[in-house]
């Protein structure tokens, strides 16, 4: 099976777990059987595996998500990078044109794409499986997956299917509506647009030549930003005659709120927290390593992080995004592809960080214009090179480097440090990065 | 005026601002006039040499207050160390044979004694005046201050006065009641006994003399831990017939738990913190420098520190204590003499340290067995002492340092470093304290 996964941006109605580089479905907060947790992504990457072993996964995502996909699915994992947000029709495209042209699968067999975040169960990936089965029959262009609805929902477009059968022709397509018009919808056996549909490359390869001039997936990519944004259902879908919708009743669920995500937690508490027995329907989510302590709450979720700390009754959770908006703050923590880094301490001319390398990774080689930094290492073995010289080094070993040195580390175990920067202008512009010669 | 200040022992039910170092008394959440916040200790202090200029406090305390006083007062108030604790006979002893041995007190001056947490207004210090007006007439050896009661407290002991006049003789003292029995004694025109008083320094040593076998102060402070526990109320307040109680009608109210505090603070929000329009009787207390944002909650206080973070129902604050007993934790922040201290990180083998020293200060000459340090200076200037070597230290210098060697930093202006301590056994107690001539 051909799957590509859409990740999409990153979002603050998840703060303080989402900020501006991780996105939700980077968040862990499903427990795993060895009592570690996973985040959307891992989930779903992990599922699709678990039904088809051999499943070619290729994401569509932007380019800052690049470091936290490695971090959490390994180097293996197909990545489609946008260049930059051309909204899913030029998105689907790169994607398609990188599975024909870069991961060689045949334009003849089924693709489905599906966005990364849904809280979906075992079902799900059998009816993907479904999906690409009924694209690879080749009597429709498009099989889309239609949502059997358990709410009027504003969020989502509707899909009128022709008859009630599992699969069926499209008679209808239906943008978001009013709570009233849903029903109406509903009560004439109509499925949410999930943004899930299966189809052969070819097609979509020879729908995108009649709107975009290029060759192929390189060609593409160096054009990204002079394409047009598009919607996919608005270029494709929509005008598509031939096109089917397969009936979905499993769960799937959009965990974009606290309160949709903390339905889907299997257990109260993540992380460093407790609560008194006087608490109901409370969730505790801690990144931080200190305590927190619930006492007499209900319906409230507990969120933190090196970013913040929320505290909201569940309900409310969904408007927080004016507040975060207007919270004037730099990113303090995040997942690199070589492993992550938490802010610790912020001065007024310094910065402390804790930097953490997986073993076998590496920093870019790079140096800074205007901050001095100095790394103790508190854990580990690796090597650093500063401006060509390269040295071992082990917990206990202080590094400094002045402003303009070129430096980088190596991890060989898992390697800690403590970076300090220090300076009257630190941001995190100021890098510049060199190539490196092993 | 003399005063002595009972400062008692560390407290965890306004965890996490209080710890096993900080005591409720050193929070900083009143609001000065300039903008920035006063803890009870410098709001009592504050105070009373605003009606007395000349006044001379004492501070009666155990050794581990000793810093933050000094940190919070300066060095000019008096300061009488308990070398262990002894309950308030021996404490109050201490305290007064201070004044009059160290202080050069006239032992026939009057002394007031009052705890230094209940949350007070302007009245109440005019009323420890006429308290201490009182005791100097000498017509009577004890003056006690009766709070008239608000609701029939269990946590008091009430005085039964012989008349409802605003000086009256004693009738009789009553222990901490039941509900019932307290509603009865109210009844009856019964005060709260708030431990607040009024004596010649004569009297209560020629009572301390008959109960002690010592000679001055020093003499008492040698031997204080061979002394009986035995309360101030016991041994000398209940047994006395020359005794009166002044009546006292103004605020009086005891800021121990986080319901009573937050109902004393002026602003809802005291550090880094939101809500929005739907919170109701909420406050926010935040010491970490990351945002709390707080949507819905009604009847909620929210604190934290770098000790832990608390979300609690106000009633059910009060009992957080055996939650917090469990929590197996280190102490993560510290006033000291020289400034103050905040653990920022936490690895397998190392510690990472915010260290701030005031202009001036500088730390005790001193090394560790079973650690290494480093000291990464981020802002200000001063020296360090490093195995007797001196050498001149400004923001981005490093100074590293041998588990045994022994150091010191001293302050210049307001100086700040980054600690980094590395070693398989961090502990407080590893640290040896050496004599320094400068």
């Known amino acids: 099976m051909n799957i590509i996964l859409l990740s999409g941006g990153s979002g603050k109605r998840l703060w303080p777990l989402s900020n501006d580089i991780r996105s939700k479905q980077f968040i862990k907060i499903f427990k795993n059987e060895d009592g570690s947790y996973e985040s959307m992504v891992q989930r779903m990457y992990r599922h699709i595996k678990k039904l088809d072993a051999d499943a070619k996964v290729t994401i569509a995502t932007s380019k800052t998500q690049v470091s936290s996909i490695n971090n959490q699915l390994g180097d293996e994992v197909g990545i489609s990078v946008e260049p930059c947000r051309r909204d899913t029709f030029p998105a689907i495209v790169l994607a398609t044109s990188y599975l024909t042209d870069v991961m060689k699968v045949d334009p003849n067999d089924p693709v489905v794409v599906c966005p990364v975040d849904p809280f979906v169960e075992d079902d799900y990936f059998e009816a993907l499986r479904d999906l690409s089965n009924q ?37 209808e397509f239906k943008e978001k509506p009013t709570v009233d018009m849903a029903k109406e919808f509903i009560s004439q056996g109509a499925l949410w647009n999930g943004g899930v549909f299966a189809y052969k490359p070819k097609y979509v390869l020879e729908k995108a030549h009649e709107l975009i001039d290029f060759t192929d997936y390189y060609d593409l990519f160096s054009k990204y930003e002079s394409l047009e944004k598009i919607s996919f259902d608005y270029a494709v879908v929509e005008k598509e005659s031939l096109i089917r919708v397969q009936r979905f009743s499993g769960k799937w669920k959009d965990l974009g709120t606290w309160n949709t995500l903390t339905e889907a937690m299997e257990e109260s508490v993540i992380g460093n927290g407790q609560m008194n027995d006087n608490c109901s329907n409370v969730h505790i989510l801690n990144e931080m390593n200190v305590p927190i302590l619930a006492m007499g709450l209900h319906d409230v979720v507990i969120s933190a992080s090196p970013d913040g700390i929320l505290v909201s009754d569940k309900e409310q959770s969904s408007y927080i995004k004016p507040f975060v908006d207007n919270f004037e703050q730099q990113v303090m923590f995040a997942e690199k592809s070589w492993g992550e880094y938490k802010v610790i301490d912020v001065g007024n001319h310094s910065m402390t960080i804790n930097v953490s390398l997986n073993p076998g990774h590496r920093m870019n080689y790079h140096s ?39 430096h980088t580390v190596i991890a060989d175990t898992k390697l800690v440090l403590i970076e300090i920067q220090l300076g009257d202008e630190i941001s995190a512009l100021d890098k510049y990065k060199y190539d490196f010669i092993d």
């Open 135 to 171: 694209a690879d029959k080749g009597d429709t262009n498009l099989v889309l997956l239609g949502m059997e609805p358990t709410y009027p929902s504003e969020k989502y477009g509707y899909i009128i299917p022709e008859s009630a059968e599992k699969l069926s022709n499209v008679k």
């Open 368 to 406: 800074h214009e205007k901050r001095d930094e100095v790394w103790v290492v508190t854990e580990g073995r690796g090597k650093t090179v500063i401006d060509g010289f390269e040295q071992n080094i082990k917990a206990g070993d202080v590094i400094t480097m002045d402003a303009g040195c070129r």
